[in-house]
């Protein structure tokens, strides 16, 4: 009977132990090939202006292809193209593009191949004294915003000495010809991913290889008010036969972004269709440092969706969109109510989105909650077992002694 006992704890183990293996085991091996071009197809006499560029990410899938355009003419954008083709290719008209950008003048070829598109616009800075100290943008008077940042007129570093073809990154930095931003700058960085993983640093997205990231920061801006806080404007435009909404996803599970136990996710899916085809996501945390610690992060909050009527002012929007579309706009502001740190005292804010192709990327249980769970349910089985099993040996020993308790 003990044996039979000692094989059942053996194999409950097994079981638990096994399970959480196939947990821990169980990432997404999906890959893709990964390219990174500067302006392709721009030749001599053709030129860009100053600090304008176009910069083509390719991921060659077994059967597919991932492109993502990034250009700065206008107001910055990320443009994400889905085709069913290993030989698509994105071609630019580049005299239409950089006379009028009409619509048109940047295609994915063949046009047939492709199965999804979307893009996301950074439209506006906004900044506003937050003398309330409620970090809610939607309370504050109208009053107490300053002039918005209007990312189309900023002036832009050049893309050639941000481009890491083995990061597969590229970085803008710019701001306006302002006091504000004479030491001071906006910046976004897009990598591309060939297969799943997250940054070490914070807030550790996962990621796949039909995501790209975009990482925003604001360092060195001069504020405009002692109580400054932040709130960037972004636009998403999609084809009309797809609806946008804004899920949130909730977690137990905190370890690869301390304290925080939401996922936001601004997805898009077919019109009487609850399958999602691209998707942008987040978590409602940014960080006052470049390299933070706990202490550095803070609270940042989505506005509700709204409809706008009109095209976004970016080149590459105007440009490859030539049917009619859908666009939305968010915003995404940053602090805590009642926090007395504010915009000036650190002078850095930063928040990360991740924008892709399909179902976002969910996070399972990580290993350390794993091992919780499995020890917090494999012990009480044992202490039951082996309790059970120290039973019947008393009973056989009291048994073979022949002792008999005294009445």
């Known amino acids: 009977m003990s044996m039979f006992k000692v094989g059942l704890i053996y194999s409950v183990l097994l079981v638990v132990f096994g399970a959480a293996r196939g947990f821990l085991g169980g990432g997404d091996a999906f890959r893709r090939k990964v390219s990174v071009e500067l302006n392709p197809g721009l030749v001599p006499p053709l030129s860009l202006p100053p600090g304008v560029g176009l910069v083509h990410l390719r991921g060659l899938g077994e059967n597919d292809t991932l492109h993502f355009v990034l250009c700065n003419a206008g107001a910055p954008a990320l443009l994400l193209v889905h085709s069913n083709s290993t030989r698509s290719a994105v071609t630019i008209d580049w005299p239409e593009f950089i006379n009028s950008s009409s619509a048109g003048s940047l295609r994915v070829e063949p046009e047939s191949s492709v199965t999804y598109s979307s893009a996301l616009v950074f439209t506006r800075l906004w900044e506003y004294d937050d003398v309330n100290n409620t970090?809610?943008?939607?309370?504050?008077?109208?009053?107490?915003?300053?002039?918005?940042?209007?990312?189309?007129?900023?002036?832009?570093?050049?893309?050639n000495t941000t481009v890491n073809q083995s990061d597969h990154t590229v970085a803008l930095c710019g701001g306006e010809?302002?006091?504000?931003?004479?030491?001071g700058s906006l910046c976004l960085q897009v990598s591309v991913f060939e297969s799943e993983g997250r940054d070490e640093a914070w807030p550790s997205l996962?990621?796949?290889?039909?995501?790209?990231?975009?990482?925003?920061?604001?360092?060195?801006?001069?504020?405009?008010?002692?109580?400054?806080?932040?709130?960037?404007?972004?636009?998403?435009?999609?084809?009309?036969?797809?609806?946008?909404?804004?899920?949130?996803?909730?977690?137990?599970?905190?370890?690869?972004?301390?304290?925080?136990?939401?996922?936001?996710?601004?997805?898009?899916?077919?019109?009487?269709?609850?399958?999602?085809?691209?998707?942008?996501?987040?978590?409602?945390?940014?960080?006052?440092?470049?390299?933070?610690?706990?202490?550095?992060?803070?609270?940042?909050?989505?506005?509700?969706l709204v409809s706008v009527s009109r095209m976004p002012p970016s080149a590459v929007i105007q440009a490859y969109f030539t049917h009619h579309t859908q666009i939305h706009a968010l915003n995404i502001s940053f602090g805590l109510a009642e926090d007395p740190v504010f915009y000036n005292n650190t002078k850095y804010i930063s928040w990360t989105v991740l924008m892709g192709l399909g179902d976002p990327p969910s996070d399972s249980f990580s290993p350390l909650i794993i091992?919780?769970?499995?020890?917090?349910?494999?012990?009480?089985?044992?202490?039951?077992?082996?309790?059970?099993?120290?039973?019947?040996?008393?009973?056989?020993?009291?048994?073979?002694?022949?002792?008999?308790?005294?009445?």
């Open 135 to 159: 970090a809610d943008p939607q309370k504050a008077a109208e009053s107490s915003f300053y002039p918005p940042y209007e990312l189309q007129n900023f002036i832009w570093s050049e893309l």
């Open 371 to 407: 091992i919780i769970i499995t020890v917090g349910l494999v012990t009480p089985l044992v202490f039951i077992i082996l309790g059970g099993v120290f039973v019947c040996v008393r009973k056989r020993t009291s048994q073979s002694t022949g002792y008999e308790p005294i009445n």
């Open 177 to 183: 010809k302002t006091q504000s931003f004479s030491n």
């Open 206 to 304: 996962l990621h796949n290889a039909n995501s790209s990231q975009l990482s925003v920061w604001i360092n060195g801006v001069t504020p405009r008010g002692n109580n400054s806080r932040f709130v960037l404007e972004f636009q998403s435009v999609g084809d009309t036969e797809f609806q946008s909404r804004v899920d949130v996803r909730s977690s137990i599970d905190d370890e690869y972004t301390p304290s925080i136990f939401k996922v936001l996710e601004w997805v898009s899916s077919p019109v009487n269709s609850s399958s999602v085809w691209g998707f942008s996501q987040w978590k409602p945390v940014a960080y006052r440092k470049a390299r933070p610690v706990f202490e550095d992060a803070t609270a940042c909050r989505h506005s509700e």
